[in-house]
């Protein structure tokens, strides 16, 4: 599924255009493409407050209400850091989660995803979304 986003308040509701099944998903591409924001929409719907979600890029992961794990792989440089960051410990114990720039997707205990791309262009935000399995 192709989709045009024009402004962030879509970028927040694009959530309600996916089939409600999707519990793992992985945001692809753009440097401030709205990935977190995405995820902002998500929580959302996850009745947490859209407030408390902040940008993982520093933390590497965030948690909301027991509910959403929120990763950004960004910083994470090698295949070691997956392990000294218990990033599959966290992962066995969410329902729901959401990964920005996803990295060694082949070591996280993670099997059905949903991949949402989203290319930046000028304000104009062009997703891509597929299933995984
Ligand atoms: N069409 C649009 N869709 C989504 N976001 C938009 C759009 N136009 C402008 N923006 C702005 O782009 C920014 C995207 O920020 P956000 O932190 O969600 O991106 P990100 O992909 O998580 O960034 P990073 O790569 O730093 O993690 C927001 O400030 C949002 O308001
Ligand atoms: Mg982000």
Do not use: C
């Given at each position: 599924m192709e989709l045009i986003i024009n402004t962030p308040e879509e970028m927040f509701e694009l959530w309600k255009k996916m089939a409600k099944d999707h519990k793992t998903i992985l945001l692809k591409w753009d440097l401030w493409a709205g990935k977190t924001l995405f995820t902002k929409g998500f929580a959302k719907w996850l009745e947490i407050d859209e407030n408390s979600v902040q940008s993982p890029t520093y933390t590497y992961l965030n948690s909301y209400d027991n509910k959403l794990l929120h990763i950004d792989m960004?910083?994470?440089?090698?295949?070691n850091e997956v392990w000294e960051k218990w990033i599959n410990d966290q992962i066995s114990q969410y329902d729901y989660i959401t990964i920005e720039r996803p990295k060694f997707i082949e070591l996280l205990d993670i099997y059905e995803y949903t991949v949402v791309n989203i290319e930046k262009k000028w304000e104009t935000r062009i997703v891509r979304i597929e299933n995984q399995q």
């Amino acid at each position: 599924m192709e989709l045009i986003i024009n402004t962030p308040e879509e970028m927040f509701e694009l959530w309600k255009k996916m089939a409600k099944d999707h519990k793992t998903i992985l945001l692809k591409w753009d440097l401030w493409a709205g990935k977190t924001l995405f995820t902002k929409g998500f929580a959302k719907w996850l009745e947490i407050d859209e407030n408390s979600v902040q940008s993982p890029t520093y933390t590497y992961l965030n948690s909301y209400d027991n509910k959403l794990l929120h990763i950004d792989m960004y910083r994470l440089e090698n295949e070691n850091e997956v392990w000294e960051k218990w990033i599959n410990d966290q992962i066995s114990q969410y329902d729901y989660i959401t990964i920005e720039r996803p990295k060694f997707i082949e070591l996280l205990d993670i099997y059905e995803y949903t991949v949402v791309n989203i290319e930046k262009k000028w304000e104009t935000r062009i997703v891509r979304i597929e299933n995984q399995q």
